[in-house]
C-alpha cells in the first residue's frame, strides 16, 4: 500500500514570476480548479473522462481531472508509464490496490487526513465527522484536506463521504464533481 513520506511539508505560495506571468497572459479556462495549460507526463482516458498525469523520475506528484474532450498523451518516461498502468488497473478492478511513490506538499494537518484515508479499505467510507474523531479535528477541516489532495484515486479521498449524503468532491458538490465520487464508489462496490 501506498504511504505518505516523512517530510511532508507545507504548501508553498504562489511564485512572483507566476502571478507576473499571469498578468500578461490571458487566463485560460479551468476544470475542476485546475488551470488547463499545466504540463502533464501523460493523460489517459477514465471512464468519467481523462486523467492527467504529473510525476518526476522517481514519485506520483499529482492526479488531476479533465474534460472528456482533452485528448490522451502517451506516458512521457518510466515512471509515468508505471503510473498509467496502476491507474488503468484500477479502474478495470476496484480491488487492485495502487501502490506507488508520491511526494506531496501539505500542513501536516492534511498530511496527517490524507494518511487517514489511504487507511479507509476499498469499498468502505467514512463520514467526514468520522475521520475527524479519528484523528482529533473538525468534519469542515477533513472536507477540507479532503479537496486539496492532489493524487485523488491514490489517496482516496471519494471514501470520505457527508453525513446524510455524498458531501463534496475536489471543493464541489455539483453533479459534474459528484458523478466522479458516486462513480467511484459504484465502482469499489461490485
Avoid at 132 to 152: F, L, T
Wanted: glycine fraction near 8%; charged fraction near 25%; charge should be positive.
Amino acid at each position: 500500500m501506498s504511504e505518505l513520506k516523512t517530510g511532508c511539508v507545507q504548501y508553498r505560495s504562489v511564485s512572483k514570476r507566476y502571478r507576473q506571468q499571469e498578468k500578461r497572459e490571458p487566463r485560460l479556462p479551468f476544470f475542476f480548479g485546475y488551470d488547463v495549460r499545466m504540463r502533464f507526463q501523460a493523460i489517459i482516458s477514465a471512464p468519467f473522462g481523462k486523467l492527467g498525469i504529473r510525476c518526476s523520475d522517481t514519485d506520483l506528484l499529482g492526479i488531476e481531472f479533465l474534460p472528456g474532450k482533452t485528448k490522451t498523451q502517451l506516458p512521457t518516461g518510466k515512471m509515468a508509464k508505471t503510473i498509467c498502468a496502476e491507474l488503468e488497473a484500477y479502474l478495470a478492478d476496484a480491488r487492485h490496490e495502487i501502490d506507488l511513490p508520491f511526494e506531496l506538499d501539505g500542513s501536516h494537518h492534511r498530511c496527517e487526513v490524507w494518511q487517514a484515508m489511504l487507511e479507509i479499505p476499498c469499498g468502505q467510507t467514512l463520514t467526514y465527522g468520522e475521520l475527524a474523531k479519528n484523528i482529533g479535528s473538525s468534519a469542515q477541516a477533513v472536507g477540507q484536506a479532503c479537496g486539496a489532495n492532489p493524487i485523488p484515486l491514490v489517496i482516496p479521498c471519494h471514501r470520505v463521504v457527508g453525513k446524510a449524503g455524498l458531501g463534496g468532491f475536489m471543493h464541489r458538490a455539483d453533479e459534474d464533481a459528484l458523478d466522479i465520487k458516486r462513480w467511484l464508489l459504484d465502482h469499489e462496490r461490485r
